[in-house]
């Protein structure tokens, strides 16, 4: 690592241009991994912070919750079987704050006030606590619409009236934001529509074990992540942009490798001198690898920082979620896969012939 360092000061104008690059690389890998985190929880976030563990369907739904049908006898079934099971509905419609303004899009969740599956409100109050006969809990992102608690606003279909009593952080389904609604609320929003609507969910999220004969019901319980999964949309934006943030982690690293080898080349006659005076060829490999240590962890550092500070600069409405753990994830998989994109380099050393390398021949 000494003789690393020291090598490195020693060429300090070229490695410092090599930073540069990685740095630059390095943090267009961790910015489109937060890109790809951030479409992710654009369509499932709801779901996904939902203090649930699975979640009964029809099991003709092929996993999507918006087209399944449970039926409500399911959920009194359950819960006689001392089940800790609550209902949901999921329905995408438009919202107004006034009656003339333009249409906002929303995806209603109806379920049971004070549940386990209602979110915790950074503002306001929940909707067992409120007193208004209609409330609504808010996926933030709508107070930069200019809504505010105590408002009201009004489903544009059935001109139902809603009083937003809470905002609750990061409730996004279908890339759309999320309001919180009770069942009954729910069923008056579908009988306005239909009177002739019976009461149905589309599923029930289940906590813990649930001993219910689901097969012979024509239902299924799907783990939360798997619901996930099979939202539409998910699955193709996620593995898609995930695809490319690691084939950028490769094209960097292998990036890196060719740098270390054009440097190598470079020192060709130095590396000689030292097989010549005695250095194992386990010595020279070493001060490779370390240099190649040297550089990524450094150039990882500064990408952090310059993602991390970029991200706080970012508009409210940009799609952009990167958390320690991820970041420093994919930066430890960088910086793993350059040293091995320094293998060519390592060959090379092994073939150097110090008598060869010193007279300037060529092998």
């Given at each position: 690592m000494k003789y690393a360092w020291k090598?490195?000061?020693?060429?300090k104008k070229k490695y410092i241009l090599i930073e540069l690059l990685l740095i630059l690389l390095m943090f267009m890998v961790l910015f489109l991994s937060g890109l790809a985190s951030g479409l992710g929880r654009a369509v499932s976030s709801s779901i996904d912070t939902m203090d649930a563990d699975a979640f009964v369907v029809d099991d003709s739904a092929e996993q999507i919750i918006t087209v399944s049908s449970v039926e409500s006898r399911v959920l009194n079934e359950l819960l006689e079987k001392n089940a800790d099971a609550q209902p949901?509905?999921?329905?995408?419609?438009?919202?107004?704050?006034?009656?003339?303004?333009?249409?906002?899009?929303?995806?209603?969740?109806?379920?049971?006030?004070?549940?386990?599956?209602e979110p915790e409100t950074t503002e306001g109050t929940g909707l067992a606590e409120s007193d208004a006969e209609?409330?609504?809990?808010?996926?933030?992102?709508?107070?930069?619409?200019?809504?505010?608690?105590?408002?009201?606003?009004y489903d544009s279909s059935t001109d139902l009236e809603f009083t937003v009593t809470g905002f609750a952080d990061d409730r996004m389904y279908g890339h759309t934001s999320v309001?919180?609604?009770s069942t009954d609320s729910y069923t008056k929003l579908r009988k306005s529509l239909n009177p002739m609507y019976e009461p149905v969910y589309h599923a029930i999220a289940v906590r813990g074990d649930a001993e219910y004969d689901f097969k012979g019901n024509n239902l299924e319980l799907v783990p939360k992540q798997e619901i996930i999964e099979n939202i539409p949309s998910y699955s193709a934006e996620h593995i898609t942009?995930?695809?490319?943030?690691?084939?950028?982690?490769?094209?960097?690293?292998?990036?890196?490798g060719i740098f270390n080898y054009i440097l190598t080349l470079q020192k060709k006659k130095e590396l000689g001198v030292m097989k010549a005076i005695g250095m194992r060829n386990s010595e020279l490999v070493g001060?490779?690898?370390?240099?190649?240590?040297?550089?990524?962890?450094?150039?990882?550092?500064?990408?952090?920082?310059?993602?991390?500070?970029?991200?706080?600069?970012?508009?409210?409405?940009?799609?952009?979620?990167?958390?320690?753990?991820?970041?420093?994830?994919?930066?430890?998989?960088?910086?793993?896969?350059?040293?091995?994109?320094?293998?060519?380099?390592?060959?090379?050393?092994l073939r150097i012939d110090p008598n060869i390398a010193i007279g300037g021949g060529e092998e």
């Open positions: 090598e490195i000061m020693f060429g949901l509905d999921i329905q995408r419609m438009y919202i107004v704050k006034d009656r003339d303004d333009e249409k906002l899009n929303i995806t209603y969740f109806a379920i049971t006030p004070g549940s386990f599956i209609d409330p609504i809990i808010l996926d933030d992102d709508f107070m930069l619409e200019g809504i505010s608690l105590g408002d009201k606003v309001g919180y609604i942009i995930t695809m490319i943030v690691w084939l950028l982690v490769i094209i960097s690293a292998v990036i890196i001060m490779l690898i370390s240099e190649v240590l040297i550089v990524s962890v450094i150039a990882a550092v500064f990408s952090l920082v310059l993602t991390f500070g970029m991200a706080a600069a970012l508009p409210e409405k940009m799609p952009f979620y990167l958390e320690v753990p991820g970041a420093v994830t994919v930066t430890v998989a960088f910086v793993l896969i350059s040293v091995l994109g320094s293998l060519l380099s390592v060959i090379h050393i």
